[in-house]
């Protein structure tokens, strides 16, 4: 079994500054880490992936986020946000090898807000 | 993802009515999913179909039923539905993790659904 823990529930963040939101997982096997985004009354939308290769991965919208194995972390960061960036994320992980990428499980959610 | 699609979008119920919500997807995936959405607490997986004859529990079962009528069709019921049960509903597709397929789950735009 795994469980995804997003450290923070809101972020604010002024435009055009940097953001990271954190995820810590934990999991007895080896495991593929996502990162989605809602907008609001929207569904979600596939931010970037990790299933091998690179451990930094670089996504849409000007997202990255590094896996670090030894840390149990999948961390998203962006250089400078825009008021678009509004959203709430979530941080996902499937068991890796040949099950599921569907078959998820999120963190609680992590909602950024960007002022002007 | 406007090729998985849920009906309906916005739903309000009275205790103890079943009521069904539906899926269908054009993406052709075996894998379909249900999840329910909270605040504060992410998606959590209700119950899951690798294909037309598989049907698998998810984290939290109790009080649903699904259906599976087609390759492309996935119904989750609530035989009585109560307040506690009021959630947002995404249906996902995922593809067979083979190489060249799509390594990803598809979201649907997601079901509101009220319990009064």
């Known amino acids: 079994a795994q469980s995804v823990t997003q450290l923070d529930s809101q972020v604010p963040v002024f435009e055009e500054a940097p953001v990271e939101l954190r995820c810590n997982y934990s999991s007895s096997v080896s495991v593929y880490l996502f990162w989605y985004v809602q907008y609001p009354n929207q569904g979600l939308q596939l931010l970037l992936k990790y299933l091998s290769g690179s451990t930094l991965v670089k996504g849409i919208n000007g997202f990255e986020a590094e896996f670090n194995k030894s840390q149990t972390s999948f961390h998203l960061r962006k250089p400078s946000v825009h008021i678009s960036d509004t959203a709430e994320y979530f941080c996902?992980?499937?068991?890796?090898?040949?099950?599921?990428?569907?078959?998820?499980?999120f963190g609680q959610g992590t909602i950024l807000t960007v002022h002007p | 993802d406007a090729d998985v699609t849920q009906t309906p979008r916005n739903r309000i119920t009275k205790t103890g009515k079943r009521i069904m919500l539906e899926c269908s997807q054009t993406k052709g995936h075996d894998r379909m999913y249900w999840y329910r959405q909270d605040p504060g607490l992410g998606l959590r997986l209700i119950y899951y179909s690798f294909d037309v004859k598989d049907i698998n529990k998810g984290e939290i079962s109790d009080g649903y039923s699904v259906s599976r009528q087609a390759q492309a069709k996935f119904s989750l019921s609530l035989e009585s539905a109560i307040p506690n049960q009021t959630a947002l509903y995404f249906c996902a597709t995922s593809d067979l993790p083979a190489p060249g397929q799509e390594q990803r789950a598809f979201f649907g735009q997601g079901t509101r659904l009220t319990v009064v």
């Open positions: 996902a992980v499937s068991e890796a090898g040949g099950t599921s990428y569907g078959k998820l499980t």
